[in-house]
């Protein structure tokens, strides 16, 4: 009687009718603003049922996708974060791949763009890119072997061997869905860097201890011999989890808390001393009215969640305007007016005000301001100085692991940048963060490009002998000894060796490093494809300010003086490898040559006497006119009254 209740309860939920579902959709659906109460059977990879005494994990995709639509969510975008096809619109940023042993951080890409590579042409295999930076995505995408996406493309096999052991790197629902402080973050990054991808979610919800690791596995082992298979890891599932039917309680929300996006979208800043403290700084200005992330980037069921720029085109075919800081605050259109009435034609949905935002009026800022300037340029990001900051970011630096970070971990990245959006030379200035390429490469052709990093690790680590850092051992352990020229110079020799290349070569700060032509020394070069050298930019909008903490809040010479932060902020050239090289203006970046923007200020000096001196000059042509006003009517009396006389 139990199982037959089980089966059915499973069967009203993969075959619901319209009674249980929206429209046509053969899905379950509460069609109620309260949460649904989660109580459900779980299944593991090979759909079979998990009990207590299970210790298989369970699948994501055979146990939410009983109820919902796995298929069209695993479309979304947080998903598929590697996949070129499914990405549209702006620039992200990139994954930058670290290695502290041999000074790398290599800007990878699958969507393409400048100083980008794409992983399977640097010889980096989905694989790796999975272990790499899987505990940064939700699952799904490339990390799951149930589909054609994930297989290698150099593997001739077609899938690399090391997925027969680890499993697939499911969409994990509960990443984002669960309760905040009910998802364990933590756990679930070290099983990914264990290569335990199929037991991240059971380990994430903490529903049971899993013991062993594929990482221990050698590359190589037959996935079919018994002795192999046994130290796959294995679940003991927490009995108290269980009710007394079998079911697990999944306590979950529709929306997601800001807790689960801080998870991939921290930023801190970092000085001399180290990683600034918290609370020396502002939250975003929507989180102190109370906003959360999800009102403003949103989603269907289709995940393809709203980034919130200006001309955002999501691929749902909603008009998501309204969900960017102009369409909220502006109104997607200007207010259309009768030439007889003051009503507004423009729909309701296009006006201003979206969750009570308030209008700005922006008093005396002449148009151009909106062609030029992104909204962010004034009021989002970290607050400008006279030079860029050091940032990190979650999915550059890991932020939210127990590690203790100093400020000093590579990828080296700063900002705000103040320039257009990198391939869109249309776009209006925007604020941005910026780092500049670190990797050993080769160069034919007078063309560059980048060796495999593990490679290159196994290749160099005699000659650099470096057992954890490179910028310490290296570039900081003796100033006095010139020891970075000559074990980079033994490491170009090993890897021209090894890779058979005539020229081998080391990127950092904007510079190329080759062999010179003595022992132990090294020479500079350039090459044709600068992209490849060249600080990459990607832009960012939060923390978003208040109005009297924008950029030209205090009038126009905040901007337009020879010391106007978007303009005359520098970022210094900054990479493993130190070396001196010349700031680099904001202006320069945006193509505004120094002299025209000197004339251009000398306009906006003496501005404020100037109206000063022509509300005078009007004051007295008034005061003149007036007078003259009153002679002529005085002339006119008397003239009036001589004529009087003469008729009398």
């Known amino acids: 009687m139990h199982a037959n209740r089980i089966w059915l309860a499973s069967l ?68 598929n974060a590697f996949a070129n096809e499914i990405h549209s619109g702006r620039i992200s940023e990139p994954w930058i791949w670290t290695d502290m042993r041999t000074g790398t951080q290599l800007p990878l890409s699958y969507r393409g763009g400048a100083g980008r590579f794409h992983p399977d042409e640097v010889g980096i295999t989905r694989f790796e890119m999975t272990q790499q930076f899987g505990a940064r995505l939700p699952g799904g995408g490339l990390g799951d072997i149930t589909t054609s996406a994930s297989a290698d493309a150099n593997d001739s096999s077609g899938l690399s061997p090391r997925w027969q052991f680890t499993g697939s790197l499911e969409v994990d629902c509960m990443v984002c869905h669960a309760v905040s402080g009910a998802y ?146 502006l109104g997607t259109e200007a207010p259309a007016t009768s030439a007889d009435t003051e009503i507004s034609f423009v729909s309701i949905v296009q006006r201003a005000g979206r969750l009570g935002s308030p209008t700005p009026k922006h008093e005396g800022l002449p148009p151009l301001h909106f062609e030029k300037l992104s909204c962010t340029a004034c009021h989002g990001g970290p607050t400008p100085g006279e030079t860029t900051k050091r940032l990190m970011t979650s999915l550059g630096h890991g932020l939210g692991k127990k590690d203790h970070l100093s400020g000093n971990e590579m990828p080296m990245i700063a900002g705000p940048i103040y320039a257009a959006v990198p391939d869109q030379s249309d776009a209006a200035v925007t604020p941005q963060r910026a780092t500049w390429p670190a990797y050993w490469g080769r160069i034919q052709d007078d063309i560059i490009e980048p060796l495999p990093p593990e490679r290159v690790y196994q290749s160099t680590r005699r000659a650099l002998r470096v057992r954890k850092n490179f910028i310490d051992e290296v570039i900081l352990k003796d100033p006095d000894d010139p020891q970075f020229d000559a074990k980079v110079s033994a490491a170009l020799a090993a890897l021209e060796s090894e890779f058979e290349v005539e020229q081998a070569a080391y990127v950092s700060t904007g510079r190329i490093y080759v062999r010179g032509d003595e022992d132990a020394t090294l020479t500079t070069r350039t090459v044709a494809n600068v992209d490849a050298v060249e600080m990459i930019r990607w832009p960012m909008a939060h923390n978003v300010r208040p109005a009297n903490w924008s950029l030209g809040a205090t009038g126009c010479l905040e901007c337009h003086s020879n010391d106007g932060l978007i303009f005359a902020s520098t970022v210094i050239p900054s990479g493993p490898a130190i070396t001196e090289t010349d700031p680099i203006t904001m202006a320069s970046l945006q193509g505004i040559d120094e002299t025209d923007r000197d004339r251009w200020n000398q306009l906006f000096a003496g501005r404020k006497q100037f109206k000063f001196l022509t509300a005078a000059s009007l004051l007295v042509l008034l005061i003149m006119s007036l007078v003259g006003f009153g002679w002529q009517i005085v002339r006119l009396y008397r003239g009036s009254g001589d004529q009087h006389a003469a008729s009398a």
């Not at 619901?16 to 046509?24: E, I, K, M």
């Not at 939410?64 to 969510?73: A, K, L, S, V």
């Not at 599932?237 to 009710?243: A, E, H, I, N, V």
């Not at 921290?266 to 009215?289: F, K, P, T, Y």
């Open 12 to 79: 009203i939920c993969l075959w619901a009718t319209p009674s249980f579902a929206a429209g046509d959709s053969r899905f379950a659906h509460s069609n109620s603003n309260a949460r649904y109460l989660h109580h459900i059977d779980l299944y593991d990879v090979n759909n079979r049922k998990i009990t207590a005494d299970s210790d298989q994990p369970y699948s994501t995709r055979n146990t939410c996708g009983r109820c919902h639509d796995f298929e069209t969510i695993s479309h979304g975008w947080h998903f």
């Open 184 to 329: 364990d973050f933590q756990s679930r990054r070290e099983a990914i860097e264990d290569e335990n991808f199929a037991w991240a979610p059971t380990v994430g919800l903490r529903l049971g201890a899993v013991s062993g690791r594929v990482g221990s596995i050698r590359d190589g082992s037959d996935p079919d011999d018994e002795r192999v298979r046994a130290r796959l890891p294995k679940v003991a599932y927490d009995p108290q989890r269980f009710g007394s039917d079998g079911t697990v309680f999944m306590d979950l929300v529709r929306m997601p808390t800001n807790n689960a996006c801080y998870q991939c979208h921290s930023m801190r800043q970092v000085n001399d001393e180290g990683i600034e403290a918290r609370w020396i700084h502002d939250n975003d200005v929507h989180l102190i009215a109370g906003m959360n992330c999800v009102d403003c980037h949103r989603n269907g069921i289709d995940h393809h969640i709203v980034r919130g720029y200006a001309g955002e085109q999501n691929p749902s075919g909603v008009d998501v305007a309204t969900l960017s800081c102009q369409g909220c605050h």
